[in-house]
C-alpha cells in the first residue's frame, strides 16, 4: 500500500500555498470552515463510515492502481477531510499539501463511489469541502487557480477578452456562410428561443464547435442568440477549486445575461461540469432553490431536435462508436437514455462499455483533475486504466462522448494506453451526417 | 428628432413601414430596431456575400460595410451600428463614420440626451474607451466593464495596468487591475475590480474590488473600505452623496454596507439590484429573506410577495413606486408593482415603465407569440406580434406604442385613460 506521501507532486501553486501556512492558521480556518460551512452531512458522513472499503471498486484510481487501498475513497477520505475533523485542524502545512494534492488531484468529485457505499456516503461532496478548506488556506494547484483568476477577470476560463469572443463568433459566422449562404450567429437576439451558451475552450481552439452548432441550428429553423457580453461562458472551475464566492458571481453572470435578452431557456453545449454548476452548486449559492431559466444541456436539445425531425438523418454514422457517460450529465441529472436513444439516433451501430451509464466509469479529467494542468497530467492518466480498459474491450473506433472535460481526458488516455480511437461530440457527427438543405 | 416634448403626440395610429420584408434585392435583413420618437424603424440589412448595410424605413444607407452590427438608436434618435471593414472596425452614425477606425470595436453606449456615444476599442492590442470618436489618451492590455456618465463627460473601466505571464499565480495576486477614468489609471492594483458607477456629480466613482483571494470589499476613488467582506456585489452613491452602499455577504447571509458600515444588517440569502430614490430617503433592492423566496425591500422592509426569481426592479420617477418582474424560474411571469401582482400570468414580459407624472404604469406581455400592453394591470390596446417599450409623454398623460402587426410597422399615440 502505498501512502501520498510516496508520490507528491510538486506545483507552484501547492508549494506557495503552504509556505504561506502556519499551523495556527490552519488550526483557525479549519474549525472556521467546519463550523461556519459545514453541519450534519458532513459529520453524518465521518461517523457513519464503517471503514468497510466496499466503496473501493468504485473509484477508477482504486481499480488503475490494482487495488491499492490508499487510493480508495475511504482512503482519500481518511486521509484529508476525516483527519482535519478528528484532528481540529491541527495538522502541519506540509500535511495540508497532502491532503491537497489528494483531493484536487485524486478524486475526480464523480460520485461513482456513493453508488457502493452501503450507507450511501457521498465522498464527492467531502472531498470538496476538502477542496474549499485548501482555497480558504491558499492551497490551490497553480493552473486551474489560474483557470480562477480568468474566471474572475473576464467570466470565463480561458482569459478570452471581450473583443475575443465577439470576433471569434463573426469569424465563424463568415466561415460558415462559405457553405451556408444566409446563415447567421444572431448575437444578442432579444426575445429569442433559446439561448446557446458554450465553455471558453470553444472561441479559444475548438471554434469548429461553435460553427457546427450554428449549421445545426441553421437546419433545424432554430430560434437562437448568443450573448455579446460576458456570461457567455456556463463553466466553472471556481466551483472545483471551492472558490465558492467566484462561482457565485460566475453563475449570477450567466442567469443574468439571458434573463436580459428576454430568452425562454438557456442551451448549453456539451460540457458535463457546467451542467453540475447551473442546477446544483452555483444556482444554491446564488440563493435559488432550482434553476433562475431553464438550462438543457445539448444531449436533450439534440433529442429534441431529433425527435421533432427538425433535423434529418438521412445515412447514420457508419464506424462503431461506444458512448461514454459524462458523471455530471449522467449520475448528476439522468441523461443517460436520452443520450442512447441520440446516439442510435444517428450512428448506425452502437456497442455498449461495461459497466456503462450511472457506472460508468469517469474519465479521470473530470472535477477540475484536468484543470490542474500539466503537473498532474501522468496522475489522471495513470489513474484510469480501468477506462483504457473499458474502451479497449469495446473494439470500437470512436468514443460519443458529449463532455469537453470528457474529451479532453479521453483523448489522453487514448494516447497514452495507445488505444487509436476517437472521441467525439455529439456535435460533431449530427453536423456530419445530417440532411443540409440549404447548403451551397 | 428634438426633445420628447417636439415629438409628435397627436393621439391616433400611423403606419410607419408598410412591410417590413427585405427590400427589393436585398437578400436578408436582421432584427429590426425603432427610434425613440418612434418615427423610424431600422435594421441591418444583407445586399450580397460580405456586402450590409442599414435599413431605415424604406430606404438604405449608401454605404457598404463587409459585416454591420450591433445596430443601436441613440436617445436623441441617430441610428448608430458598427462597421467592418479590411479587418478595421469603424462606429457609424446616420451612415457617417465617426472618429476613426479602429483594430476592433464594440459595446456602444450613449449619454443620457444622447450627444455622447462611446465605444469599447482596441489597437494595436491595447484597449480603452472612445467618445464620440476619440480614444482615451492611455490605453491598456485590456479594460472591461466600462461605464459613460449620464452626461456623456466621462468614462471609466476596469484596466489592466500590470502584465501578467501564463498562469502567473504570484503576479496576479499581488493585483494586475486599476480603475481608470477617462483613460487615467488610479494608482491602486487590485486583484479584481468590476462595475464602476459614478456618482450624481460625475466627480467620484466607486467599484467592486477583490483585495484579496478571499476579501472582497468597494472601493471609492481608490480609496478601499476598511472592512471587508466573504463578496460584495454592485455599489451606488447616495443622490446626495452622503455615502456609497452595496450589497454585502457576510457569515453567509446578504445585507448592505454604506461605507464599510452595517446599513443593512445580513440576514437576507441574497440581495441586487440596489437602487435609490432621488431624494435618497428610500434604498430599494431585490432580496431574498429566505432560501428560494425573492421579492422586493425598500429600505431594509421587504414585501410580501414572494416568488422563486425576480429580475428588473424598476422605480417611478420620485422613487416612491417600484414595479418588479417576477416569475417561477422565467416561467409563469408575472407583473408586481408596489407588492400587488397584476392579474395573470405570461410566456413573458418586459420591464415595467411609470408615466413621468402620475400614477400610470405599464408594461408589455407576451403569450402564445402574441405581445400586448398591460396599463396599471389592465389590457390596453389590441395584441401584436412585438411591442417595444411603451413611452410617455412629458405629462404622463399619453402613451406612445412602437409595435409590429401583420408585418407592418405602427406608431399609436393613446390617451392613458382611453
Known amino acids: 500500500m502505498s501512502h501520498i506521501s510516496d508520490r507528491i507532486i510538486s506545483d507552484p501553486g501547492l508549494e506557495l500555498g503552504v509556505a504561506n501556512l502556519t499551523t495556527e492558521r490552519i488550526e483557525e480556518v479549519v474549525n472556521q470552515a467546519l463550523k461556519g460551512e459545514t453541519g450534519a452531512k458532513l459529520k453524518a458522513y465521518q461517523e457513519t463510515c464503517m471503514r468497510c472499503g466496499l466503496c473501493a471498486q468504485g473509484c477508477h484510481f482504486y481499480v488503475s492502481h490494482d487495488g491499492d487501498p490508499s487510493y480508495s475513497p475511504v482512503s482519500k477520505a481518511t486521509e484529508s477531510i476525516y483527519e482535519l475533523m478528528e484532528k481540529k485542524g491541527r495538522v502541519s502545512p506540509k500535511r495540508i499539501y497532502e491532503m491537497a494534492q489528494i483531493a484536487y488531484t485524486e478524486c475526480n468529485l464523480c460520485k461513482r463511489c456513493a453508488h457502493y457505499c452501503p450507507v450511501g456516503i457521498d465522498t464527492g461532496y467531502s472531498m470538496l469541502v476538502m477542496r474549499r478548506i485548501c482555497h480558504l488556506l491558499g492551497v490551490v494547484p497553480q493552473y486551474i487557480l489560474d483557470t480562477g483568476n480568468s474566471h474572475a477577470t473576464t467570466m470565463n476560463q480561458m482569459w478570452v477578452k471581450d473583443d475575443e469572443w465577439i470576433d471569434t463568433l463573426q469569424w465563424q459566422e463568415d466561415e460558415a456562410r462559405d457553405e451556408f449562404s444566409n446563415i447567421r450567429i444572431p448575437l444578442d437576439k432579444e426575445g429569442a428561443d433559446i439561448y446557446y451558451s458554450v465553455i471558453a475552450p470553444e472561441p479559444k481552439f475548438r471554434t469548429q464547435l461553435i460553427y457546427q452548432a450554428a449549421a445545426i441550428f441553421h437546419e433545424a429553423g432554430v430560434d437562437w442568440t448568443m450573448p455579446s457580453t460576458p456570461g457567455w461562458d456556463n463553466s466553472d472551475m471556481s466551483m472545483y477549486i471551492g472558490d465558492f464566492e467566484n462561482m457565485g458571481r460566475l453563475k ?35 440563493g435559488y432553490r432550482d434553476m433562475p431559466i431553464p438550462v438543457i444541456h445539448s444531449v436533450e436539445y439534440f433529442w429534441e431536435l431529433l425527435t421533432e425531425g427538425k433535423i434529418k438523418i438521412p445515412k447514420k454514422f457508419e464506424h462503431p462508436v461506444t458512448i461514454h457517460d459524462p458523471c455530471n450529465i449522467i449520475r448528476g441529472m439522468g441523461l443517460m437514455d436520452k443520450l442512447r436513444d441520440v446516439t442510435h439516433m444517428i450512428c448506425e451501430n452502437v456497442v455498449e462499455m461495461t459497466p456503462n451509464r450511472e457506472h460508468n466509469y469517469c474519465c479521470s479529467a473530470g472535477g477540475g483533475v484536468i484543470n490542474c494542468g500539466p503537473p498532474f497530467r501522468g496522475t489522471r492518466v495513470k489513474g484510469n486504466k480501468a477506462k483504457a480498459d473499458q474502451l479497449r474491450n469495446t473494439g470500437v473506433s470512436h468514443v460519443v462522448c458529449p463532455c469537453h472535460n470528457c474529451h479532453g481526458g479521453l483523448e489522453d488516455i487514448i494516447d497514452h494506453y495507445e488505444l487509436g480511437m476517437h472521441p467525439k461530440f455529439l456535435g460533431d457527427i449530427i453536423y456530419e451526417i445530417m440532411e443540409k438543405t440549404d447548403a451551397l | 428628432m428634438g426633445r420628447i416634448s417636439t415629438w409628435d403626440w397627436e393621439i391616433g395610429e400611423k403606419i410607419v413601414v408598410k412591410s417590413l420584408s427585405p427590400l427589393q434585392d436585398h437578400g436578408w435583413q436582421e432584427e429590426p430596431h425603432v427610434s425613440p420618437d418612434g418615427e423610424t424603424l431600422a ?376
Open chain 1, 252 to 286: 449570477r453572470s450567466h442567469y443574468e445575461s439571458a434573463q436580459k435578452l428576454r430568452v425562454k431557456r438557456i442551451v448549453m453545449g456539451e460540457c458535463g461540469h457546467a451542467y453540475r454548476s447551473v442546477y446544483d452548486m452555483g444556482n444554491r449559492w446564488l
Open chain 2, 43 to 418: 435594421a441591418v440589412v444583407n445586399l450580397a456575400a460580405m456586402e450590409f448595410s442599414v435599413r431605415t424605413n424604406d430606404s438604405v444607407w449608401d454605404v457598404t460595410y463587409e459585416r454591420i452590427w450591433y445596430p443601436r438608436f441613440s436617445p436623441d434618435g441617430r441610428m448608430t451600428a458598427i462597421g467592418q471593414q479590411d479587418g478595421e472596425s469603424a462606429l457609424l452614425v446616420d451612415a457617417e463614420q465617426m472618429g476613426e477606425t479602429y483594430e476592433y470595436a464594440w459595446e456602444t453606449k450613449f449619454s443620457d440626451d444622447g450627444s455622447t456615444i462611446a465605444i469599447m476599442m482596441k489597437n494595436e492590442g491595447l484597449y480603452g474607451v472612445a467618445l464620440n470618436g476619440t480614444p482615451w489618451e492611455n490605453l491598456f492590455e485590456n479594460a472591461n466593464n466600462y461605464v459613460l456618465s449620464s452626461d456623456g463627460k466621462h468614462s471609466s473601466a476596469i484596466v489592466q495596468t500590470v502584465s501578467m505571464g501564463q498562469a502567473e499565480i504570484e503576479v496576479f495576486a499581488k493585483g494586475i487591475h486599476s480603475l481608470a477614468v477617462d483613460g487615467n489609471a488610479f494608482p491602486g492594483k487590485y486583484l479584481n475590480l468590476w462595475t464602476p458607477v459614478f456618482d450624481s456629480e460625475f466627480k467620484r466613482v466607486a467599484a467592486q474590488a477583490r483585495v484579496s483571494m478571499l476579501d472582497y470589499t468597494i472601493t471609492v476613488d481608490d480609496k478601499p473600505w476598511s472592512t471587508v467582506y466573504g463578496q460584495v456585489w454592485e455599489p451606488i452613491f447616495h443622490p446626495l452623496g452622503e455615502y456609497v452602499a452595496a450589497p454585502v455577504r457576510d457569515k453567509g447571509k446578504w445585507g448592505v454596507a454604506s461605507d464599510g458600515a452595517p446599513l443593512w444588517e445580513p440576514r437576507y440569502a441574497q440581495c441586487t439590484q440596489l437602487q435609490f430614490s432621488p431624494k435618497g430617503d428610500r434604498l430599494w433592492a431585490i432580496v431574498a429573506p429566505a432560501y428560494g423566496k425573492f421579492t422586493v425591500a425598500c429600505n431594509n422592509i421587504p414585501w410580501s410577495t414572494l416568488s422563486p426569481a425576480v429580475t428588473d426592479i424598476v422605480l417611478n420617477p420620485e422613487g416612491d413606486r417600484a414595479g418588479v418582474i417576477m416569475s417561477n424560474n422565467n416561467r409563469d411571469f408575472k407583473i408586481v408593482v408596489d407588492d400587488k401582482a397584476w392579474e395573470g400570468t405570461w410566456d413573458m414580459v418586459w420591464p415595467v415603465a411609470f408615466a413621468p407624472k402620475g400614477l400610470n404604469v405599464a408594461a408589455v406581455v407576451e403569450k402564445n407569440g402574441k405581445q400586448q400592453v398591460l396599463m396599471n394591470g389592465k389590457p390596453f390596446g389590441r395584441e401584436f406580434d412585438r411591442i417595444w417599450e411603451p413611452v410617455f409623454n412629458e405629462d404622463g398623460t399619453k402613451v406612445m406604442i412602437r409595435a409590429i402587426e401583420n408585418n407592418s410597422y405602427v406608431r399609436i399615440v393613446a390617451n392613458v385613460t382611453s
